[in-house]
């Protein structure tokens, strides 16, 4: 039985190079996004609402694109035709995103813009999981997360620079797009394609018969693959009727008693996964086994390590999100003191966001090479607890911290979170799925990172206007408590893999060599 080959640096490198573009992509839209709408003439309260496209698209997306690129395989391969397509699209958005005539058109061009590069991402994450041993996924991840540390330290200060640098405008009249921001999303357009293109042509994947080959008698990703598809109708039926209740019931309460309408994406949410259950569970008892019944299958049939890392993986990203979302409102009102788009002191308080920004990145990239030497030390978990940990205190102290120059310690604690949530649980979970599955159970762990995204977008505007008076940098600071919760779930989290122990190097062949 032959094993998958341990990679060298650089074949590592060429693995993930296109996460530069991506994560160049991502940090504008991070860094950018809310900018644009309150310069469009968007409310702080109304933001969060906005937003829900990134975490919609990725519900949608990620596990549909991966139960697809499981069952590809044509010239470019497995996962690179979904590379491409998406980059290509991904590209096209970044163009046209900060040239939004209003505030409609740019929440439009969010949606699409997020949707592309899901399509390009969630094939990313695969793509380690298949192509490396179970030993050096935590290298291969890592390598990933450099990646989107450093492509995501220019982008996020990439307005900041061709301001003081090349000393293009960054105010322009009401209603309008600074053109440092503009040229900075033009810069992205270009770098997403390069650097993906580069992974298509630089790389070649394991062919099915060669997976086959190392994955049939090693046991390696962990969970055994079922072939024959065994549905549980009846948890189907249950549990469809279940959710489609409770979406219906919510509908039906937000809009008699007048609630926040951000509430509506929960509730539709609900109904909606409530009635795909009982589609696929109506089909599969016909007969029929198409890919809806497939991924309803997988979601029911989902590893143990998979369920204990969903709490964790949820608090962690809504955590996230909040500072996602409300970095720039908080930074600029509560450190800066001003909330109108159209004064110097906003932009500079912007601006200073994108440098945060970028050294929470920074931070991330360096970190990353550290971990798979932390990991096999201490082990993933123990790791990722203490990181965790760290990144919650660092949220929680940019209230603290009046000084805007003292947030470059808060951000450097949320860039060690960073790195860890963005290698750890792709790793350990890499190790507990079939090889077979690696797309669409890769796909459905961004379950538990949207989920809290749509939860800090329904929930956060209504206690921003509620309960903290507009003051954005409230959120922030429950956000952080929610990381330190989270890191403290993790310690229960059982990982397959031991990391403790020397990886052994084993030799490369002439047919199982990569790139």
Wanted: glycine share 8%; with cysteine.
């Amino acid at each position: 039985m032959k094993r998958k080959p341990q990679l060298q640096f650089w074949q590592l490198w060429n693995m993930s190079f296109g996460y530069v573009g991506i994560q160049y992509g991502f940090a504008l839209q991070n860094a950018n996004v809310s900018r644009i709408f309150e310069t469009l003439g968007a409310k702080v309260e109304a933001i969060p609402i906005l937003w829900v496209a990134a975490p919609v698209s990725g519900l949608l997306i990620q596990p549909i694109i991966g139960h697809m690129s499981d069952k590809t395989w044509n010239r470019l391969g497995r996962r690179k035709p979904y590379f491409l397509i998406g980059a290509i699209l991904s590209s096209l958005a970044l163009l046209l995103m900060p040239n939004s005539p209003a505030l409609w058109a740019a929440a439009g061009m969010l949606w699409i813009m997020d949707a592309s590069i899901n399509v390009t991402m969630q094939p990313f994450r695969a793509f380690i999981g298949d192509m490396l041993p179970d030993k050096q996924r935590t290298q291969g991840f890592a390598v990933q997360t450099f990646f989107i540390g450093a492509s995501s330290v220019v982008a996020s200060i990439s307005p900041y620079l061709f301001t003081k640098w090349l000393h293009i405008a960054n105010t322009a009249p009401a209603g309008q797009i600074p053109p440092s921001v503009k040229w900075s999303f033009y810069v992205g357009a270009v770098a997403f394609l390069l650097t993906v293109l580069w992974t298509v042509f630089r790389v070649r994947e394991y062919s099915p018969e060669e997976q086959e080959r190392f994955n049939s008698q090693s046991g390696t990703g962990g969970q055994a693959d079922d072939s024959e598809i065994r549905l549980n109708t009846i948890s189907c039926y249950r549990q469809g009727a279940a959710w489609l209740f409770v979406g219906l019931a919510l509908t039906y309460f937000v809009k008699v008693f007048e609630w926040y309408q951000g509430l509506y994406i929960l509730s539709f949410g609900a109904a909606i996964f409530g009635i795909l259950q009982l589609m696929a569970a109506k089909r599969y008892s016909a007969g029929t086994i198409d890919s809806m019944v497939e991924i309803v299958h997988d979601l029911q049939n989902m590893p143990g390590t998979m369920k204990q890392l969903a709490l964790v993986t949820m608090l962690t990203w809504f955590a996230m999100f909040a500072m996602f979302i409300y970095s720039t409102s908080a930074v600029t009102s509560f450190h800066f003191g001003s909330i109108d788009p159209k004064s110097e002191l906003y932009n500079n308080g912007a601006n200073w966001v994108g440098v945060l920004m970028a050294v929470y990145n920074g931070v991330s990239a360096i970190v990353a090479f550290l971990l798979p030497v932390v990991t096999r030390k201490v082990g993933r978990v123990a790791t990722h607890v203490v990181c965790l940990i760290i990144g919650g205190l660092g949220l929680m102290s940019i209230y603290v911290f009046r000084d805007p120059n003292l947030l470059l310690i808060s951000m450097t604690a949320v860039g060690i979170a960073w790195a860890s949530l963005l290698t750890i649980p792709y790793a350990i979970l890499s190790s507990a799925v079939s090889h077979k599955k690696m797309g669409v159970y890769m796909g459905m762990f961004n379950l538990f990172v949207v989920i809290p995204q749509i939860l800090a977008a329904a929930l956060l505007g209504l206690l921003v206007r509620k309960v903290f008076h507009a003051q954005a940098i409230f959120a922030i600071v429950l956000g952080g408590a929610a990381m330190v919760l989270s890191g403290l779930l993790m310690a229960f989290v059982k990982d397959s893999v031991s990391e403790t122990q020397p990886v052994p190097i084993e030799n490369e062949t002439a047919e199982t060599q990569l790139v």
